[in-house]
Each structure stands twice: as structure tokens, then as C-alpha cells.
């Protein structure tokens, strides 16, 4: 399901009593990552159905009928003895898939919603700490050209110049003339 990647920080300031050896620290966000891990594989552990085997090639899974075909046709079968005596079973598992889907497609949604506003979170966070990195950059390098016997900010410079790679921004299309646009030409 969700596998959670170590990055740990280390605190590698031994105490006066310690072997020195680093002690892996948990980040908050790490811990809020396991829980939802646990909750989501406890969750999923009691749906009916979510552990079974399926199908490699989901795009073979066509739907048959659409659901108030289905539905109807239950109540059908519900309502004739004739028709009910050929699969006695159909109701019941036609109205317990009917019940399934009802629930479930509503907490997909829910869940869509989560991972949307997540990666729109996401998002945010990553361009507020690139515009970060990006004007520290940029007063680095004023700071670095200031200073140039600073050999310590000169090898971060140096270092960072090979990662330092802003995305371009799509090239914008030369646009028409209004004219142009509107298939005329100019009258003269």
C-alpha cells in the first residue's frame, strides 16, 4: 500500500555519557505518515472484497448495465417467483453490490478530495521554499562577489551552481494581429 521512505535526521552530538553513535530522529511528518499508513491498512483490512485478487487489466472490466438497469432488474426478480427460483441468490448480492458501490464511490470521493487538497498543499509549500531558495541564491552570490576571500561560501557557491537549475517557463506563442485573427486584411 503506502510505503514510508527513512529519511531521518541524526542528532550526532554525543552527551558526555553516549558512544557517539547517531540516533535516528522521527520528523513529525513521518510520524503523521505512519498513522496514516496503519489507519488506511486497518481500514482496508475490513473491507469486503479489497484483499481479493482482481483482474491485471482493469480496462477488460466493462461495465455490463448501468446502475438503475441493474436495479430495476432486481426488483424484477424481486417481484417474480417465477424469475427468482432460476438464481435464488441475484437479489441479495445485486442489492449487496448496489449498497457496496453506494458507500464506497462516496468515500473515494472523499478521499480524492484529500489527495487534491494534499497536492495542492504540496505545491504550495514547494514553490514558497524554491522562491526561498531562489532569493538566498541570488544574495549569496551578491554576498560571495562582496566577500571573495570567504572560501567557505565560495565552495557552497561553486557546489550549488551545478544543482541550481530554474524551470523555464513555457515560450509564449507570437499572437496574431487583430486583423490577422479575423481572417481579413487590412483595407487600404
Do not use: C, W
Not at 24 to 44: C, E, H, I, R
Not at 108 to 132: F, H, N, P, W, Y
Request: a positive charge.
Amino acid at each position: 500500500m503506502f510505503e514510508q521512505k527513512a529519511t531521518t535526521a541524526t542528532a550526532d552530538t554525543p552527551g558526555p555519557d553516549t558512544q557517539g553513535t547517531p540516533t535516528p530522529t522521527v520528523t513529525y511528518y513521518q510520524q503523521l505518515a505512519l498513522k496514516l499508513d496503519k489507519l488506511l491498512a486497518d481500514f482496508t483490512a475490513e473491507i469486503p472484497g479489497y484483499n481479493d485478487e482482481l483482474p491485471p487489466d482493469s480496462h477488460k472490466l466493462r461495465r455490463q448495465a448501468m446502475a438503475p438497469f441493474v436495479a430495476d432488474m432486481a426488483s424484477v426478480v424481486e417481484g417474480s417467483p417465477a424469475l427468482s427460483s432460476v438464481e435464488p441468490d441475484y437479489v441479495a448480492h445485486t442489492r449487496d453490490t448496489q449498497q457496496y458501490s453506494e458507500v464506497f464511490r462516496h468515500m473515494m470521493g472523499s478521499l480524492q478530495g484529500v489527495v487534491t487538497r494534499m497536492d495542492l498543499i504540496l505545491r504550495a509549500r514547494e514553490v514558497k521554499a524554491g522562491r526561498g531558495a531562489n532569493r538566498f541564491y541570488a544574495i549569496a552570490k551578491r554576498v560571495s562577489a562582496d566577500n571573495p576571500n570567504d572560501t567557505q561560501l565560495g565552495a557552497h557557491m561553486q557546489r550549488l551552481k551545478t544543482t541550481y537549475k530554474r524551470p523555464k517557463t513555457p515560450a509564449k506563442k507570437p499572437s496574431d494581429t487583430p486583423a490577422a485573427a479575423k481572417g481579413g486584411a487590412a483595407a487600404a
